[in-house]
């Protein structure tokens, strides 16, 4: 599908903000369509009452999209910090608290590690169904296998498929688990 370009329009390209801009006069009055990307479907088709709004609507528009650029770029860049060894942790749960384990395998790159869940040691408190869990290191468990991640941040991966929210890295201290039954 061809973008519509409408006829005697001024083309705005804006690198940073990944868009470009078509400025034109419509039967409303003063007009434009914006494009994200490479995408054939605008992102803003607006007519305004006279240019002024039109170009501070641009304005606003392109900082924007700047903004968004700059943190997908970062987010993109972002290295975890972690080496083989490392263990990693997932806390979840709605009426109970669940906790997993992980150990880095592999460090195929600054912004991805490989990791394998692995087993833990559950130490029981004298009230019922509570307790604190650490994990045993090497221990993998037999039916998890190895799963790429990217880096949401400093000592930090995303959980993906693996598990609800983030993996962590390990404090070294006990990690709070509650169960029902």
Known sequence: M????????????????ALVAYLYESKKGPALVAYKGRQSKPCRFIAFADDERR???????????????????ARRETAHGLS????????????QTNVDFYEVVRVPSARFAVVRQIKQETTENSSSM?????PKPGAFVST???SIRRAAGWHCLNGGNLT????????????????YA
Do not use: H
């Open 2 to 17: 061809a973008r519509f370009i409408p006829e005697n329009a001024e083309t705005r390209e804006f690198p940073a903000a």
């Open 55 to 73: 170009q501070t609507y641009l304005v606003e528009l392109v900082n924007t999209e700047t903004e968004a650029e700059i943190w997908k770029r």
């Open 84 to 95: 083989v060894g490392d263990i990693l942790f997932s806390s979840w749960g709605y009426d």
């Open 130 to 134: 509570s307790g604190v869990t650490v």
């Open 144 to 146: 998890a296998k190895e």
């Open 164 to 179: 609800m929210g983030s993996l962590q890295k390990w404090d070294c201290k006990p990690k709070f688990v509650s169960w």
